[in-house]
């Protein structure tokens, strides 16, 4: 209650729809606190529990977290499979009656290549999408095995491959001499920009508003890179298991500060 | 019955005062982060001179080596200034920046491709001329305005370049493996994607840094093939640019180590 009073102050201004993480710091977290590596992952979690129920509040409507690149996976194979036992757990535990999934309505998408993902793991992943299809109050996006430039690949491959089903369906019906061939297609401009765009990962939801990277760093490591054209980058210091609700609201009062330029620029493009 | 009237009365006006009272509290809130801003501003200022100064010696010497490619994104608006253009141009040629990268969104500065070029060739000839270039190097020493000669590689990008490019390398790869007589379509993979955009023009390397000059710190839609691990540095807007800001981000670009995801 005191907190839906807190950030009622906030709503006077735009509040963003879609706000994306980069989940950095964890491991340092744990260096600096002595304790394990798998404390920290666990931290992280809780964190992240923290930042869906602030921004459910606030009246986010999607929330992206980059939990686990394909870059991580040269990582040492105890920690990968530390942290695939780790998600495991969680999207378990996340599909309980009393879990904080059905408490606000979440509605969990997993976006990335999840071919790469243990088969449990990717089970429990399509699961837990399942579930709680019909969640509508917020949208959780939770990337894992993903990057920007594998997730362009496989929608240049989807488009790729829808164009030419739709031509063979199309000769299929054809007369002969009606026939579609190589020679009447206008090659450079079968596959357009909104194709690759409705075939890219995170091509159901809006762009993100803000992407928050925490531990400083001003990279985005093949995050989003596609759909962050307009989007507001904030670089915090902190580590990400003490990411607090101020990190957030100084996010969301620089977005409502700089909200006309923002959206300029959007109408534009 | 009346009484009952009288507290929802009571109750509403107790909130349109609570709502106003809040919205104050908001805007206030939001005149203390502009006044903050503005105190940071200043404090940059004074950062940025204390820099150029030459006081601050760690800033003196700037491992160059690190930053292979760098690229700058303007908003489009501010692009305009092509004498603001050039004054960073040359700051970063003095530095000692050899390839380096022009991008907003709108293709000004693509349009104002000869300008720059020929602006940046007149200023390098009055330096090694040793004639008056008024203040436009007077940041850097005697010794760094010998760099400005050196021969820079600029590229001139825009939002074009960027995801209309991908559709483009699409279609070549439709081309090349869909619209032929094998049965197998292959996996694209990312080596593939990378050919695909270098054989239609639109390749290109990835910038070690992204110094972006606006209001926003956001890259516009730069290319995203190549931005995969770009720093990305919001320098304010390139009206208030500073030489000492510039060196100060390309110096903190030297010191930052990346483990690529491992």
């Known amino acids: 209650m005191v907190l839906k009073l807190q950030l009622q102050l906030f709503k006077f201004g735009p509040i963003p729809n879609h706000i994306a993480f980069i989940l950095d710091g964890n491991r340092r977290y744990a260096k600096q606190r002595n304790i394990t590596e798998g404390t920290g992952y666990r931290a992280g979690f809780f964190a992240v529990m923290s930042m869906l129920k602030y921004c459910y509040e606030l009246g986010v409507k999607y929330i992206t977290i980059y939990a686990l690149s394909i870059d991580n996976f ?56 399942q579930a709680t299809a019909n969640n509508t109050k917020i949208n959780l996006l939770i990337c894992v095995a993903y990057t920007s430039t594998d997730e362009l690949v496989h929608a240049v491959q989807a488009s790729c491959q829808e164009k030419w089903n739709e031509i063979q369906e199309v000769n299929a019906n054809q007369s002969q001499n009606a026939e579609i061939t190589e020679e009447k297609l206008e090659l450079d401009h079968i596959i357009k920009l909104v194709d690759i765009e409705r075939h890219t990962y995170m091509g159901l939801t809006p762009d993100p508003d803000i992407l928050i990277r925490t531990s400083g760093a001003t990279r985005l490591s093949n995050f989003l890179l596609w ?42 493009f | 019955m009346d009484l009952g009237n009288e507290v929802q009365k009571i ?6 005062c609570g709502n106003l009272g809040l919205h104050l509290v908001w805007q206030i809130l939001h005149l ?87 602006g940046l060739n007149k200023y390098q000839k009055a330096t090694v001329e040793g004639s008056d270039h008024g203040t436009l190097l007077e940041h850097v020493s005697f010794a760094d305005t010998l760099l400005c000669h050196k021969h820079v590689d600029l590229e001139f990008v825009s939002f074009a370049d960027s995801k209309p490019a991908v559709a483009k390398a699409a279609n070549l790869l439709f081309a090349k493996h869909y619209v032929c007589t094998k049965p197998e379509k292959p996996t694209f993979t990312e080596s593939d994607m990378s050919e695909a955009l270098q054989a239609v023009g639109y390749g290109g390397p990835e910038p070690d840094l992204l110094l972006v000059y606006g209001p926003v710190r956001c890259h516009m839609g730069f290319p995203a093939w190549r931005i995969r691990y770009t720093e990305i540095v919001h320098m304010g807007p390139l009206k208030s640019m500073k030489f000492g800001s510039l060196l100060k981000a390309i110096h903190k670009f030297t010191k930052v180590h990346q483990n690529y995801g491992q």
């Open chain 1, 74 to 129: 040269r990582r040492r194979p105890e920690e990968i499979q530390y942290l695939m036992d780790l998600m495991l757990e969680k999207v378990e535990g996340l599909l309980k009656q009393e879990s904080v999934v059905n408490e606000y309505g979440v509605r969990i998408h997993f976006v990335g290549n999840l071919k790469l993902l243990d088969e449990p793991v990717r089970v429990a992943a399509e699961k837990a999408m």
């Open chain 1, 227 to 268: 759909q962050t054209t307009n989007c507001l980058l904030y670089s915090p210091k902190v580590l990400f298991p003490e990411i607090g609700l101020r990190h957030l609201v100084w996010a969301v009062l620089n977005f409502q500060r700089l909200y006309p330029h923002l959206e300029k620029e959007k109408k534009q």
């Open chain 2, 11 to 16: 109750l509403s006006w107790t909130s349109v």
């Open chain 2, 32 to 118: 203390i982060i502009n006044v903050w801003y503005s105190v940071l501003g200043i404090a940059r200022m004074v950062d940025s001179t204390l820099i150029s100064s030459g006081l601050l010696k760690s800033y003196n010497a700037v491992n160059i080596s690190k930053v292979r490619y760098l690229a700058v994104v303007i908003e489009s608006e501010e692009a305009r200034q092509t004498s603001k253009v050039l004054e960073l141009l040359c700051w970063l040629a003095s530095i000692g920046i050899k390839s380096i990268g022009l991008y907003d969104r709108e293709g000004v500065l693509k349009k104002s491709q000869e300008v720059i070029i020929e």
